[in-house]
Nanobody, 125 residues
């Protein structure tokens, strides 16, 4: 699975961005857990969101983004999205999407099978 993110950019604190990640390679996204991570300069990669493949899909977020970020998926487009609201300067990072063919737990643990290159999000104060 090849993953390509888009939608990053520069935004003021309190603003919003919507990240997109589209997969290619002929895989059926409907059977995969999808997620987002971020990595700020000098910091470890941080889990941001995961969405399961069952219906209705389950989602999970860490406290740092809960209530502000929303993950969603469109399997027909092999896509996963991250709506980010009420952005803070500490949200500044490179955001990467990921796919796991087994379980959401693998995504949360940072052991997803496939990863995108990332898109930069910068939040100014």
């Amino acid at each position: 699975v090849l993953l390509a993110e888009s939608g990053g950019g520069l935004v003021q604190a309190g603003g919003s961005l919507r990240l997109s990640c589209v997969g290619s390679g002929g895989h059926d996204f409907s059977n995969y857990a999808l997620g987002w991570f971020r990595q700020a300069p000098g910091k470890e990669r941080e889990f941001v969101a995961v969405i399961s493949y069952n219906f209705p899909a389950d989602t999970y977020y860490p406290d740092s983004v809960k209530g502000r970020f929303t993950i969603s998926r469109d399997d027909a487009k092999s896509a996963v999205y991250l709506q980010m609201n009420s952005l803070k300067p500490e949200d500044t990072a490179v955001y990467s999407c990921c796919v796991d063919i087994r379980s959401p737990a693998q995504v949360i643990n940072g052991r997803a099978d496939y990863w995108g290159q990332g898109t930069q999000v910068t939040v100014s104060s």
